[in-house]
């Protein structure tokens, strides 16, 4: 492939067939988890989110910037100038160079899932070309990636609260304890909750899952995704009032920490942030669901659903 890695990339990622954005991301990851079925392997997570396509445009434009970052390096250290060329001894050269340089944990691992994507996209654009060219970059991946878990400092303890409710209890009257009792009891994250109005209510309806009548609000989360939570009825009225004639539920993010801060102080809790708030939902919804008959695998499905994340294996680490 000539030209150069800037175009390269994009013509890899426009014509490979990675490029999803605009497709339902929920159809095609069961598309994924047949075809995994049917030939045979496995359909973890892992598995399921590494064949799959891009289907927003943050996670495009992070990914291609890392795959020009690859070209680049390949081309600089290797005199490799065709991405087509590039090996797995190339991407974890990479990687390793990203490592010796002190690259936090989180990022090395965007890093490989991004390096992940593009052996996909390669071996599409392979297969759009008929050139017979197969690429396999996973087992120099998978040995930077052992080699980060024993050197960079991660974060593995829960951040959950000890006691999620009477830490809601104990924020303020107003606004801020129906914010915290927002993200109680839907887990999402706290900017989806800040500027929130009327048309965004969904209405009662039953959790399709547990039976429970819930309230439901329509928020849009990181890269743009769409996605429903839910809250008790309580709470779900609150907020109708609050929204009643056009009005928002607005909040100053700084004021909401602040009375969060206090309210673990007066509970006896460790401070988690808001964010604290998330990994308690997460480890409650997955046990209720699981309580409901939920297999692990599906529970942990549903729940990386309903927190809007990408990939499961985020979701894994809320449930430590």
């Not at 954005?21 to 973890?44: D, F, P």
């Amino acid at each position: 492939m000539h030209g150069s890695i800037r175009w390269q990339v994009d013509e890899i990622f426009h014509k490979s067939g990675i490029n999803q954005i605009g497709v339902s991301k929920h159809i095609a990851k069961e598309g994924v988890r047949q075809e995994l079925k049917s030939s045979g392997q496995q359909t973890n997570w892992h598995t399921i989110g590494k064949e799959m396509g891009i289907h927003s445009y943050g996670t495009a434009d992070t990914y291609r910037e890392i795959w020009r970052m690859l070209g680049n390096y390949a081309k600089a250290e290797f005199k490799v100038r065709d991405m087509e060329k590039l090996t797995g001894e190339h991407a974890r050269a990479f990687l390793e160079s990203k490592l010796a340089g002190g690259l936090a944990h989180k990022t090395l691992l965007l890093y490989s899932a991004s390096i992940e994507k593009l052996e996909v996209a390669l071996n599409g654009y392979a297969a759009q070309k008929e050139t017979g060219r197969v690429f396999s970059f996973a087992n120099d991946i998978g040995a930077v990636r052992t080699a980060a878990n024993e050197k960079l400092e991660r974060f593995d303890e829960s951040r959950a609260y000890a006691d999620p409710s009477s830490l809601a209890a104990a924020v303020g009257e107003g606004r801020y304890n129906l914010i915290t009792a927002i993200q109680r009891e839907s887990g999402c994250r706290v900017k989806e909750t800040n500027y929130m109005h009327k048309d965004q209510l969904r209405g009662l309806h039953r959790d399709a899952h547990t039976g429970q009548v819930k309230g439901w609000i329509e928020v849009k989360g990181k890269g743009g995704k769409v996605r429903q939570i839910s809250v008790s009825p309580s709470t779900y009225n609150r907020l109708k009032t609050v929204l009643a004639c056009g009005k928002r539920l607005v909040f100053k993010p700084d004021g909401y920490r602040y009375e969060l801060k206090k309210a673990a102080e007066k509970t006896d809790q460790r401070y988690e942030g808001s964010h604290g708030l998330r990994w308690s939902w997460a480890q409650e919804r997955f046990q209720e669901l699981q309580r409901h008959g939920m297999s692990y695998e599906k529970a942990m499905f549903q729940v990386s659903n309903e927190m809007g994340h990408e990939r499961g294996d985020i979701t894994g680490h809320y449930l430590k």
